[in-house]
């Protein structure tokens, strides 16, 4: 990993610029989401004699771009090794939860019922980041609304530390 590292990331750094390019340049990112993650974060070290990093069940990086998520924005932060989520912790429902209400859809209506328990999209928790989403106010005393726009069109996006299913919700 070590060793091919900065090629590894030339394959995939440089396409994705461009895509977020192409998708401003023709005016297609206010309305395209992108989302770029995993299912796990990398600790900054590796353990034993190991070329690259351990999986990180406490904390990980996303990238969102686009589609009403506020541009040049970076939310939450870990401890000073790299390894715990400690600011804005958002977890993973969270993240799915504000993706589908970015998408026009509330989590919390896609309920269903099996074997007597309730299952959805988000498990069952999730609340959507308003944080992170480019919100107007409509009309005088009116709801805030998303309305994509320019405030929403930065080609910069953020970093997200995640929890795990397994992680307490506090």
């Not at 091919?4 to 995939?12: D, I, L, R, T």
């Not at 506020?70 to 969270?94: E, N």
């Not at 609340?127 to 709801?143: H, K, M, N, Q, T």
């Amino acid at each position: 990993l070590k060793k091919g590292h900065a090629s590894n990331a030339m394959e995939v750094d440089k396409p994705m610029a461009g895509l977020l390019r192409d998708l401003k340049q023709r005016g297609l990112l206010e309305d395209t989401l992108v989302f770029w993650g995993g299912e796990f974060g990398r600790t900054p070290v590796s353990q034993g004699s190991r070329d690259g990093r351990d999986h990180n069940p406490h904390a990980c990086s996303m990238f969102f771009a686009g589609g009403g998520v506020k541009g040049g924005l970076r939310y939450g932060a870990t401890d000073d090794y790299g390894y715990y989520a400690v600011q804005d912790k958002m977890h993973f429902s969270d993240g799915h939860a504000t993706i589908l209400h970015l998408m026009g859809m509330d989590h919390e209506r896609l309920t269903y019922k099996y074997a007597g328990r309730d299952f959805r999209l988000t498990n069952i928790a999730g609340r959507v980041v308003d944080d992170i989403i480019a919100w107007v106010s409509i009309g005088e005393g009116g709801p805030a609304a998303f309305r994509p726009g320019r405030e929403a069109t930065g080609c910069c996006a953020f970093r997200v530390p995640c929890r795990l299913e397994s992680e307490s919700r506090d």
